[in-house]
């Protein structure tokens, strides 16, 4: 796909953004909460990567290259509106209407939601990445590492940290 890409084919661009458009604009959204803002920010990843396919080098996974571009577009949207929260954990702002859900139990998940939704808000921009992208999106410390543009290491820190603070934040929910 990538030497098509390179070569110019839609085609293939086409299937690109078939293909990552879902996992793109949920990264982005996890990150900036927002569905207009992860719309754009997603449009904006696909527009880098067709503009820029001639830059990559194959160093990683076309998948990574992309998330990279995504969570650094996203990042700089945080900063630039000074946005600073992310999803809760899981889908669980997203809950799923089917009429044997019992509305005591909904209400209950929703304050729990807003709970982790704040503490993970609490967390710094990088720990926030990557906790978004070990735990959301189940990628490896090393597919972390070329995403957020940190060592291997630094992910596992960022990762264990996060966790950490969200455990002390959230330790009456247990």
Not at 19 to 25: F, M, T
Not at 67 to 82: E, F, G, P, S, W
Not at 99 to 124: G, H, K, N, W
């Amino acid at each position: 796909m990538v030497l098509r890409l390179k070569a110019g084919d839609e085609r293939a661009f086409e299937e690109l953004v078939t293909q990552y458009q879902e996992r793109v604009h949920r990264v982005a959204w996890r990150i900036l909460r927002d569905d207009e803002s992860a719309e754009d920010a997603a449009q904006e990843a696909f527009i880098k990567v067709y503009r820029h396919i001639g830059r990559f080098e194959g160093r990683s996974s076309l998948y990574t290259w992309i998330y990279r571009i995504t969570v650094n577009i996203a990042l700089n949207k945080l900063k630039r509106d000074r946005f600073r929260q992310m999803l809760p954990l899981g889908d669980i702002a997203r809950p799923e209407r089917r009429p044997e859900f019992d509305p005591a139990r909904m209400a209950q998940s929703s304050e729990i939601t807003e709970r982790i939704t704040q503490a993970v808000a609490t967390l710094p921009e990088k720990q926030r990445a990557v906790f978004t992208l070990k735990f959301y999106e189940g990628l490896s410390h090393n597919e972390i590492a070329d995403i957020v543009g940190c060592s291997e290491g630094t992910s596992k820190a960022n990762y264990f940290h996060a966790v950490r603070k969200l455990r002390r934040l959230l330790e009456d929910l247990r």
